[in-house]
């Protein structure tokens, strides 16, 4: 039975981070806000309100988490290319989903949000040396160093995997 937290799967990358990987990667990121409006578009405020997943998120608010990670992936990309080895700041993302704006208001502003993120961070992305992606943060949460072209995997995984938990429950329910 398929696990509708992680419809496709969780992220996993083995070895070394190939120019292909990336140029891919890149293109996910690109990619992730036609697939976010496609995921939601038709759906009313009501199917919008619905969970992916019986305790999960509501759609809207997974929309509104994909705006609110991303901002802040882009945030610790930025702190990584210009200190060394920057600690960053965790967040609890759990916590900003039950916020007002995540959990009441209409997905559009975050749906804009991520067209206009995510164009300055593939501009940012397709710029960077092989140097660049070697760089990496302190995530005091995890306690893992993190480079940045294993991130760069990370979150074009984060961004399929998200809009998959929402076309799961559309395909699951028919809508």
Same mark, same amino acid.
Request: include cysteine; glycine fraction near 6%; aromatic fraction near 10%.
């Given at each position: 039975?398929?696990?509708?937290?992680?419809?496709?799967?969780?992220?996993?990358? +083995?070895?070394?981070?190939?120019?292909?990987?990336?140029?891919?990667?890149?293109?996910?990121?690109?990619?992730?806000?036609?697939?976010?409006?496609?995921?939601?578009?038709?759906?009313?405020? +009501?199917?919008?309100?619905?969970?992916?997943?019986?305790?999960?998120?509501?759609?809207?608010?997974?929309?509104?988490?994909?705006?609110?990670?991303?901002?802040?992936?882009?945030?610790?990309? %930025?702190?990584?290319?210009?200190?060394?080895?920057?600690?960053?700041?965790?967040?609890? +993302?759990?916590?900003?989903?039950?916020?007002?704006?995540?959990?009441?208001?209409?997905?559009?502003?975050?749906?804009?949000?991520?067209?206009?993120?995510?164009?300055?961070?593939?501009?940012?992305?397709?710029?960077?040396?092989? +140097?660049?992606?070697?760089?990496?943060?302190?995530?005091?949460?995890?306690?893992?160093?993190?480079?940045?072209?294993?991130?760069?995997?990370?979150?074009?995984?984060?961004? %399929?995997?998200?809009?998959?938990?929402?076309?799961?429950?559309?395909?699951?329910?028919?809508?």
């Amino acid at each position: 039975m398929m696990d509708f937290r992680y419809p496709i799967g969780q992220f996993t990358h +083995e070895g070394e981070v190939t120019l292909a990987h990336r140029q891919q990667w890149i293109q996910d990121v690109a990619d992730l806000p036609k697939r976010a409006r496609e995921a939601v578009e038709g759906l009313n405020e +009501e199917q919008l309100s619905l969970p992916y997943r019986d305790g999960g998120w509501m759609l809207k608010q997974v929309i509104h988490h994909m705006a609110d990670s991303h901002m802040n992936s882009v945030i610790r990309f %930025k702190l990584a290319l210009t200190e060394d080895t920057p600690t960053i700041r965790p967040y609890f +993302e759990e916590r900003w989903a039950e916020l007002s704006d995540s959990k009441d208001m209409g997905v559009e502003v975050s749906l804009h949000l991520l067209d206009a993120l995510h164009r300055r961070w593939s501009a940012l992305l397709y710029a960077l040396t092989d +140097e660049d992606y070697a760089k990496a943060f302190y995530h005091p949460a995890s306690k893992e160093t993190m480079r940045l072209d294993h991130c760069l995997g990370l979150y074009a995984w984060h961004g %399929k995997h998200h809009v998959a938990q929402i076309t799961s429950l559309r395909d699951r329910l028919g809508i």
